[in-house]
């Protein structure tokens, strides 16, 4: 305010002295004086204003004073005048426009600043803004000298890594910094602790720099304040710029707690893997108790037939012989069981390999022959021409087969069903699959048991163990198969097995 009242009094001085006395010169051109005064208090528009009522009063002193007398030299201090006017008020808008953006830009570095500064501060990782311009200088100079491997050189010079630290100053360290090394962790003595002894990760760090890499990023255990070890990620940008070493940048973030979860996850893994195996191994003891019934129960029956044979007067040979055969059958059938339930153990000795589907229902029922004769059930076999060969453990589908017939034959048995057939039908639902399903005519499957059928150890029977169909829906899967059950249309049961002509999973 006192500028713009010093300039207002300066200028009616100067029109006083130019309008109103005898004094020649040219005296506007102190309107001048009068700019500069109102420069400190306006810009822009006021300072063009200011400038315009100088001109005026200029001009009006001058039509007072030589408004009929105007002569070269009045004429001549008239343009001075107003030339210093324009020429004053030019350099005054520039400069004021100058300023402005000086004063713009510099605010803008300053909200920038305290961003990042605010980023640096509030951030949840570790950071450190460290000079290692002494420490690379150092390393430089052994470098020069032939020491490329620092951990030879630290070997020979016990001190080495000491004297390292020591180069190394911390310029600034966030609030998380703080937190993770329980002290004011810009003080050399905190980045000394940090560092724990027979580690060799510093020798690393100061491996990185020797060889020019850029960034270092490794899992490394620190020491804090409180004594307590910590696993933390560090990483370290170090610039390209040789000058710019005195800013290096260092983070480290605590992943102790990640560390421990994941060994805790891999126990609790390995727990289970031993918990699984022993369950696996029950599961195939099992098994194999229920596939060798069977075949055993089959030769004690030939055996039984053996010994009439034998006993009749005169023996039969013949049909002893008969027996016999069928008892060396079926040990060979039970032998193959043992081998593939081994098998399942060492899945690489259980091999796919192309079947005929046919040979193998004839093979399959002639080994069940026993008992479909002794409860008189009757098989039928309906083919379709078009069944290809397809892959599978025959073995496997074999056991599945069995089951699936001794039940059929277990339910129409304690069903007492009077008609007492098995029919066994092969069709192509795609080009891919073969559906194999095996139909009895017995009292079918009772809503209760439909949901637990396949469920392990779920048996109605008084001698059962409940394993029969829940292992044949996991062998025919581990084959890229699948097993259902439902009841006929007709009545009885109806199970059926949907398997690939050539499975892409080679075993279980
Ligand atoms: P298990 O034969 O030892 O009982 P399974 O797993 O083979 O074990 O069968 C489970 C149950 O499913 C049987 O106890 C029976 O109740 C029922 N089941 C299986 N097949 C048939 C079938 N063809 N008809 C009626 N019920 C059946």
């Known amino acids: 305010m006192a500028f713009v009242l010093t300039a207002v009094g300066l200028s009616a001085a100067v029109f006083y002295v130019d309008t109103f006395t005898e004094i020649e010169g040219a005296i506007a051109v102190f309107y001048v004086v009068a700019m500069l005064l109102a420069a400190q208090a306006t810009s822009g528009t006021g300072l063009f204003l200011a400038a315009a009522i100088c001109g005026a009063l200029t001009l009006f002193s001058y039509g007072v004073t030589h408004g009929h007398d105007a002569d070269l030299p009045s004429a001549i201090r008239l343009t001075v005048a107003l030339a210093a006017l324009f020429v004053t008020t030019m350099l005054l808008v520039k400069t004021e426009t100058g ?8 605010s803008a570095l300053k909200e920038s600043e305290a961003r990042y500064r605010s980023i640096f501060d509030r951030t949840r990782v570790a950071l450190w803004e460290r000079d290692y311009s002494k420490l ?34 911390v310029v600034a360290a966030n609030e998380a ?34 060889n020019g890499a850029r960034i270092f990023e490794e899992r490394v255990e620190i020491r804090t304040h409180d004594g307590e070890d910590k696993l933390v990620l560090l990483s370290i940008v170090f610039p390209e710029d040789p000058a710019a070493f005195n800013r290096v ?59 009439r044979w034998l006993d009749r007067d005169p023996p039969d040979f013949s049909a002893a012989r008969r027996s016999a055969e069928r008892m060396i059958r079926d040990s060979q059938r039970a032998s193959e069981i043992i081998q ?20 193998v229902l004839v093979e399959t029922m002639a080994l069940m022959e026993h008992e479909l004769q002794r409860s008189g059930v009757t098989v039928h076999v309906a083919r379709k021409a078009d069944i290809p060969q397809i892959s599978i453990v025959k073995i496997e589908l074999q056991q599945v087969l069995i089951n699936l017939v001794t039940n059929a034959i277990q339910a129409m048995d304690a069903a007492g069903s009077r008609e007492r057939n098995i029919t066994i039908s092969a069709g192509r639902p795609d080009s891919e699959h073969v559906n194999i399903t095996v139909r009895d005519t017995g009292p079918g499957i009772t809503g209760d048991v439909r949901d637990k059928l396949f469920a392990p150890f779920f048996t109605t029977k008084p001698t059962g163990l409940g394993m ?18 439902r009841n006929h249309s007709d009545g009885g049961a109806v199970f059926e097995m949907h398997l690939p002509i050539k499975p892409e999973v080679e075993h279980a």
């Open 99 to 106: 300023r402005l953006t000086l004063v713009s830009t510099n």
């Open 136 to 169: 690379r200088t150092y390393l430089m100079d052994m470098k020069a000298r032939g020491v490329t491997d620092i951990k030879v050189q630290a070997q020979v010079d016990p001190t080495l890594v000491d004297r390292c630290v020591g180069l190394i100053r």
């Open 177 to 210: 910094a703080h937190e993770m090394l329980g002290s004011d962790p810009s003080s050399d003595g905190t980045l000394r602790r940090a560092i724990i002894p027979g580690q060799e990760r510093f020798l690393d760090v100061l491996q990185a720099i020797i």
């Open 249 to 307: 940048v260092v983070s480290m973030v605590d992943i102790t707690q990640r560390e421990m979860a994941l060994k805790a996850l891999a126990e609790a893994q390995a727990e289970l893997t031993k918990a699984s195996k022993a369950a696996m191994v029950g599961a195939m003891s099992a098994s194999l108790a229920h596939e060798l019934n069977q075949p055993l129960g089959a030769i004690v029956v030939n055996a039984q037939t053996l010994l």
């Open 340 to 359: 593939n339930t081994r098998g399942l153990l060492s899945p690489s000795s259980n091999k796919l390999e192309p079947i005929d589907l046919d040979e």
């Open 468 to 485: 029969g169909l829940s292992i044949c829906r996991t062998t025919l899967e581990a084959r890229g198969g699948k097993l259902d059950g």
